[in-house]
């Protein structure tokens, strides 16, 4: 038998950089549409949350965490799990990697694919709104596909916008979020709001919008205006617009109709700006299909080392 490769993140992450994991995001979408499925178990406040994704051609995942709420009053992560990576050919555990190293190259890829092809070329002021680990991500992601751009961060809390600040030479932390809105290229809202965060009437034509938080039915970060005025994408119909509160909120309530949504990643051809002038905005919803192109991207450059 095979031993599988163990990928940690410090280790694995050194040899990713994220132009390639977007190219490869993108050729995973030329492949056969992916079979997904999630399953949950509970114990109380714990759960046990499994994603399994599988694609012909590319192989299989299952991507298990576990969400232990408690962990936080004894300083452990709330949030633990691993990716276990089979072959498609014979079914065979390939590789075993780290969760977290996943998570954070597919959140943020999944975005930055999206602005390479929807924000304008030129642009150069980015707006973080959250300070999360996320936001972390992102300023890391955006600074790859657009060098040079300025980044500004906002958070409700402002303290915590001046710590991701103060980890980048190029980031400002602000407290005006709606003159930092009007001053963007791109906005990416990294938060886990309920509430809309985001004014459509902020946004100045030509705008890219980005929305990462609001993954569960009665969540939302951007408000009606901002759907409406924009052009409407998203990473997989499949998993976001009956399930998201982003898309699936405006939809019931007649503001906006799932024909609005130009295309996801399976029609990349579709996938692209119209002019400069135009407000364009991504909905990022994951999805396992993503880990499972993610952790193969990663695995294929673990065995390049």
């Known amino acids: 038998m095979t031993t599988p490769e163990i990928i940690p993140f410090a280790e694995g992450e050194a040899r990713l950089d994220w132009i390639g994991l977007t190219d490869a995001i993108a050729a995973g979408h030329d492949l056969p549409k992916a079979e997904i499925a999630d399953s949950f178990l509970y114990r109380g406040n714990d759960t046990l949350l499994n994603r399994a994704a599988w694609i ?69 002021a980015i707006l973080i709104v959250g300070a999360g ?92 205006a901002a759907l409406t005025r924009a052009r409407l994408f998203v990473d997989s119909l499949d998993t976001t617009v009956g399930h998201i509160g982003e898309i699936k909120d405006p939809i019931a309530r007649g503001v906006i109709r799932e024909a609005d949504i130009v295309a996801d990643y399976y029609d990349l051809v579709g996938f692209k700006r119209q002019s400069g002038q135009e407000i364009t905005l991504f909905k990022n919803g994951g999805g396992a299909h993503l880990d499972l192109m993610v952790s193969r991207y990663i695995l294929d450059r673990w065995r390049t080392r």
Request: glycine fraction near 8%; include cysteine.
């Open 56 to 124: 012909d051609g590319l192989g299989l995942a299952v991507k298990s965490a576990t969400i232990f709420p408690g962990n936080a009053s004894v300083g452990k992560p709330a949030v633990n799990g691993g990716v276990s990576v089979y072959t498609d050919d014979d079914g065979t555990l390939a590789a075993i990697v780290d969760f977290h190293l996943v998570t954070k190259w597919k959140t943020a890829g999944d975005s930055l694919l999206a602005a390479r092809r929807l924000a304008r070329a030129d642009s150069d």
């Open 133 to 224: 680990t996320v936001a972390q991500s992102l300023v890391e992601a955006y600074s790859a596909a657009f060098p040079g751009a300025r980044f500004q961060v906002w958070n409700r809390t402002a303290s915590k916008a001046q710590e991701l600040a103060d980890k980048f030479a190029h980031v400002t932390a602000v407290d005006d979020l709606a003159g930092a809105v009007g001053q963007a290229d791109i906005v990416s809202c990294a938060t886990m709001s309920t509430e809309p965060l985001l004014r459509g009437e902020w946004l100045r034509p030509g705008t890219h919008v980005d929305l990462i938080g609001a993954y569960r039915p009665d969540m939302r970060e951007a408000d009606d």
